[in-house]
């Protein structure tokens, strides 16, 4: 590139000249210059002007060209016209983003599909309760923390199936998630009840006959079957007075209870019997409440945030620009 001339006009006020051969329409790289009025430093005004200059020249050049007649080369043969250079600082002629405004265009992203990330929340969350209650049923542990998982599958459901995060899809998810999470619980709350916790409560309650039985075959004076039959019939919420206990109360104990629980402390009715009778019995007084109230536990609350968060944070685009 030829050596040019530069005038350079500092922000103080002051112009200065000097004569350099440029660089990729620049100064040579590690140039230094100074204003000589301020001591500003003049490399970029530089390099702004040796660029201005070389466009202007750039499109004089062009209009000369332009000009010129065409040469001939033959008959009826005229030399091709060249093209002017394109300037790179130029603005476009089009707009760049007609395409992007063009809502027929396949290519442009128009955000997720609301029903199908709907769906898929649904799908997920329901996926996700029937594996905590798998869980429980072959593990034989309520895991509680796998609500987490199933907030996660509920989100993902939502983006992966309906093509994308939304803030209102986010709020679906999350309440997918939080049902999901109840229902998830719920059932694996009544496997265990059925499956574990009926047997062991049955267990529980054999052994404490056992001792009750071998404390019924000592009794010998009906002050001793009113003490007993009364501490029987007692509860947290309601003692019941050995003096309530009447005649007919002891004969009918006598006739109906005592015999059971001689032959149980006896060792004539099993473990494996005691423990099966009273399971069904417990199966049998079980109602939807009752396994509700279980699934409901104080640690439940903070898991199933964590999961509707997974859930919320996996759906929704709050707090993001470009999905």
Known sequence: MPVMDVVVPCDCGSRFSFAVEPV?????????????ACGKDGVPLANRVIGENLRKEAKERAALQAAEPPKKTGWLRRQKKEEPAADPFSYPSHDPYDQ???????????????????IGALLGGLIGAATWAGVVYWSGYEIRYVAIGVGALAGLGSRKIGGGRDYHLGLFAATCALFAILLGQFFAAKIYL????????????????????????????DADFKEFIAGSRSTLANLVSPDSITAAAIAEFKKTELPEL????????????????????????LTINDVFTASITPYLFFWAFLGVGAAWKLASDYGTSVE
Not at 197 to 213: C, M, N
């Open 24 to 36: 990729n329409e620049r100064l040579p790289l590690g140039a230094e210059l100074l204003c000589p």
């Open 100 to 118: 992007a405004r063009n809502k027929d265009d396949d290519s442009v992203y128009n955000g997720p599909n609301k029903l199908k990330g709907m």
């Open 194 to 221: 059925t499956e574990i916790g009926s047997r062991d409560l049955a267990e529980l309650q054999y052994e404490f006959k056992v001792e009750e039985a071998k404390e019924a075959e000592e009794l010998k004076t």
């Open 262 to 285: 001689k032959k149980l402390a006896k060792g004539e009715i099993s473990k494996n019997a005691f423990v099966e009778k009273e399971r069904k019995a417990f199966l049998a007084s």
